[in-house]
C-alpha cells in the first residue's frame, strides 16, 4: 500500500513536469511574433520603476508577488486572450496602486514578460488599444496679488469717506514712532511691517483686516465687510504690495493663507489651485506617463478648501515644486485631522507627513531625498533617503513646543551652505550637515494621514 502512494506521487510529478513542458511548447507556440524587440524594451523600464519591487528584477516573484514570466505566467494566462492579460496589468496592478499606467503601457510589461519567458519576438508591437493617461497642467506660480486695482480704487472712496478725518495712507509719515501714538498717522509706507514689542503685528492679510473689523472709531457698524477689504486692498496698495487679478473678499481662512512683510519669499501656493505643483501618487510607482503614479490625482484624496490644501492622503505619494532648490527657507504651516478617539495627552500619534527636500529624479513614491519628519512624535528630524549626512536632532526642544494633536505647526527648513535647520514653532529641533545631495525639488508627502497645509512659500537664496 505504501509503496503504491509513493508511486502515485511520483506519476503525480511527473505528470506534473509534462504539463509543464507541455504549457511552455504551447506558450511559445501561441504567444510567438505577437510583440516587438522595442516595445519589450520599453515595457522592461516600465517593468522596473513600478513591478519589480514585488515581482523581483527577473520577474520570478517572491515572498510578495507572484513569476509573472515563463511557465508560471503560462499556466495561468496561456488558455485567455493576451488583451486580457492586459487587462488585468491594467486594471489590477500595480497591487495598491493600479490605474496608474495606460493599457499601451500595460501591453508594453507584457511584451517584457514575454520576452522573459523567451516567447520569440515579432516585427509589430502587441496593441494596448487605449490613450495615454491625463497629465497635470503646470504653468507657473502667476506672482498675484491679494486683491485688484479696482478693488483698492474702491477702497480708497470708502476710507476717504470713513477714516480720513482720523488716519492718512501717506507713506511719508510712517515711522515706528508716529504710529504708536494714541492716533496711528499712517497705514502707507512700511506700515504692514509693524513690528511692536519684538512681535509682528500685521503677518497675514487676516490680521490687518480684523484690526480693520475694531474700525471706524465713530462706529464699527458703519461700513460692511466687503468695504473692509476693499480699504484693506487699499492700505496694501499703500504698502506696495503689488495688486493681482482677484479680489479680496473677506474670508478668514484665505486671508489667514495671504502671508505680509516676509520680504523675498514667494508663495508656492496660490490658495486657489494646485498651479505650479506636480504630483506623483501610489506607491511602488514612477511618475506617469512613464510609470504608474498618477500626477493628477483626484479631488477625493486631495483638494483646495478655502485657500488650504485638505488631503484625505489615503493614497501614499507626494507633491512638488519642480525647481532646483539649493539654499532656501521653506516655510509652511501643518495640521493633522485629530482623530476621534484620540486622548488630549497621547504623544504617540502615528499619522505621518514629512517634507521632502533635494529630490532626485526619477519621481517615484518614495523618492532620493531628504525628508524632514513631519509625524508628530519625531516632527523635524531629518531622514536620509539614499543619501549620507550628519544628522542631529534634538528631541527635547521639539517637546517643548509640540502642540495637541490637531492643532496648526509651523515649519521651518533653511539650508544654506549645505547646512540643513529645521525649526518647529520657532524651535530650532535639527540640523542637517556634511550631506552629499545636490539641489533639487522640494515637496510633501501624502503618507496616509489625513491632514491640511496652508502658507507654503520659499526665499530662495
Ligand atoms: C505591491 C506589490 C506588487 C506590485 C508593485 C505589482 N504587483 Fe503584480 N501582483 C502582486 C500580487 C500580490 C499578485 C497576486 C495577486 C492575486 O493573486 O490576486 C500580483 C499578480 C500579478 C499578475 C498576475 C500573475 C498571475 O500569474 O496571475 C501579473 C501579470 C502582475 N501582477 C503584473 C504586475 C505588473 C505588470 C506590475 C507593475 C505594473 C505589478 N504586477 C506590480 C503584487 C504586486
Ligand atoms: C474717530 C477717529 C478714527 C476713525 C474715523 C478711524 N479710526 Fe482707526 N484708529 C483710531 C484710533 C484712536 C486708533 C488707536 C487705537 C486702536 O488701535 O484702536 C486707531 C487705530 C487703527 C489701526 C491700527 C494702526 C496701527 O498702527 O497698527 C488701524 C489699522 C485703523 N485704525 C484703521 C482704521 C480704518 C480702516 C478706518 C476707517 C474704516 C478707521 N481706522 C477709522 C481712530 C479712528
Redesign the pocket.
Known sequence: MKKLLLSGVFALSIAGLLLQAEVQGQVAQDWAGSYSEAQAARGEKLYGGNCAVCHGPQLLGGDRAPAVAGPALAARWQAKPLAELIDYVYLQMPLHGPGGLSRQQGADIVAFMLKKGAVAAGTADLNGGSAAPPTRTTEPLKASGFYTRAQAIRGKA??NR??A???TVDRKLFSEEN?KF???RT?GGR?IE?VYHGQV?YPTVYH?FS??Q?????NTKA?SEQMRAD?TAYILENNDLPAGDEELTPDAVRMKNMILGEKGFESLFNGKDFTGMKFVVNPNCTAQPDGCGSVAPSPDLIRVEHGEIVCQCNIHGYFYWDKPYGDFTFRFEQKFEKPADWDADDKLYFGGTGALIFIAPPHRTVPRSVEIEGRYYDFGEPFLIGGKGKVEYDHDAYMKVATPVGSWDKVEIASKAGVVKTYINGALVSTLSQHDYKPGPIGMQLEGAPMRWRNLRVKVE
Open positions: 470708502a476710507f470713513n477714516c478725518f482720523c488716519h504710529n494714541i492716533l496711528p497705514f506700515f509693524r503685528l490687518l484690526k480693520l475694531s474700525m471706524p472709531a465713530f461700513i480699504i
